[in-house]
């Protein structure tokens, strides 16, 4: 009875301070489990309560087991990257080289260098990027055994195993350069990974960027099979070759609405 009614007085209070002073003192509580949440999202919310930069990154290099700290990553890589720069994603792979986003910093830039011919820089390539600019570097040619697709490169190794039991006539018409490819069983990665479920349509809008409709609902993704927006929109467009709009139809308003998403 003595710790529900301290539990109780903390309640009223309902500071991230008077939680901690809880379950430090409390710690065999039944109700310690639940100070100790409610202690973790008061502080999350103090800290970030400006939603300035500075604040996620402070937050996240006092408190790195906080169980926020993956909406705190998020929050310093999009902050960080919002002008879409190729910069800003540098400059994120320079301070958390570690980080949860450092994959889709490398990806995003990969494909920035990749639209505009340059040379990709040593700085940002991995073992599964080298993989990707591998792939890239060949072109495949399809090939047919025991009824089912698969395909070599140009070396005549073998890269995509027998899988398909159909795909788009344009494959077998000549040399296959896409990053992507597209079948009736879904849509693959040059590495075979399935990126997509069948019966996606895919439009490629640039900049590494797709916009993936599937019953209606089209969402915005990355090459990389990062899925960048999974709400439904009607449409995607690239604005300025740094941000990506999204549009979407207002019920009951004529008019389409266009909002701008940070890439």
Not at 1 to 17: G, Q, W
Not at 88 to 110: M, S, V
Not at 200 to 205: F, K, M, Q, R
Request: net charge negative; proline share 4%; hydrophobic share 35%.
């Amino acid at each position: 009875m003595r710790d529900e009614v301290a539990f109780l007085d903390a309640l009223k209070i309902n500071t991230y301070t008077v939680y901690e002073a809880y379950f430090q003192k409390y710690p065999q509580s039944h109700r310690a489990q639940e100070a100790k949440k409610r202690y973790e999202k008061l502080l999350f919310e103090d800290k970030t309560s400006d939603k300035k930069l500075s604040s996620y990154k402070l937050f996240f290099e006092q408190y790195p087991s906080s169980p926020y700290r993956m909406e705190v990553q998020r929050e310093i890589f999009q902050l960080m990257t919002a002008n879409g720069e190729p910069e800003t994603f540098f400059q994120y792979l320079k301070e958390y080289p570690q980080g949860e986003y450092a994959k889709n910093a490398r990806d995003i830039l990969y494909h920035l260098f990749k639209e505009t011919d340059e040379k990709i820089p040593a700085s940002i390539e991995s073992d599964s990027l080298l993989q990707v600019i591998n792939l890239g570097t060949k072109f495949w040619i399809p090939f047919y055994k025991n009824g089912l697709y698969g395909f070599m490169d140009q070396d005549g190794e073998e890269v995509l195993p027998p899988r398909f039991e159909e795909i788009e006539e344009e494959y077998k018409c000549g040399p296959v350069k896409n990053d992507i490819l597209i079948f009736k069983a879904g849509v693959f990665s040059r590495n075979g990974s399935k990126l997509l479920d069948a019966g996606t349509e895919v439009t490629n809008i640039g900049w590494g960027f797709l916009i993936a409709e599937h019953e209606g609902c089209k969402q915005l993704m990355h090459k990389s099979g990062t899925l960048i927006i999974s709400a439904c929109y009607d449409d995607f467009k690239v604005v300025g070759n740094n941000f990506i709009a999204a549009k979407k139809q207002t019920p009951g308003v004529c008019s389409h609405l266009w909002e701008d998403c940070c890439r």
